[in-house]
């Protein structure tokens, strides 16, 4: 009985997935990063909305502030801190609900 060209490509494939699955926890696990381009492997930190409403930016510089509103999220909303700006006026966040990256202020949200 011949052996199925199959297996070796399923055991080749779930070795590849293990091996994935072990990259991603380093790099989560990674907690110093800086949060610019240059270090891509800063983790999310999970953190929630605490004002009643905030804005989510597509744009922040610490010159001109917060630009181009692009949603709005209610007190609760779960969001994936990136990072927080060096002035700690605002943080780039992934908002959960819809899947956007975005701008927020700082006091409006609290590191679970």
């Known amino acids: 009985m011949a052996s199925s060209p199959r297996r070796p490509l399923r055991a080749g494939a779930a070795a590849l997935l293990a091996a994935a699955a072990l990259v991603g926890l380093a790099g989560t696990a990674r907690a110093d990063g800086s ?4 270090d891509p492997w800063n983790p999310t930190r999970a953190a929630h909305i605490t004002c009643d409403t905030a804005t989510l930016f597509a744009n922040y510089s610490a010159g001109g502030g917060h630009r181009d509103p692009i949603a709005t999220l209610h007190k609760g909303n779960y969001i994936g801190v990136r990072y927080i700006t060096s002035n700690n006026y605002s943080a780039d966040v992934f908002w959960h ?7 927020v202020l700082r006091d ?5």
């Open 108 to 112: 409006c949200f609290t590191l679970n």
């Open 97 to 103: 609900g819809t899947s956007k990256w975005g701008f």
């Open 35 to 38: 949060g610019t381009i240059n």
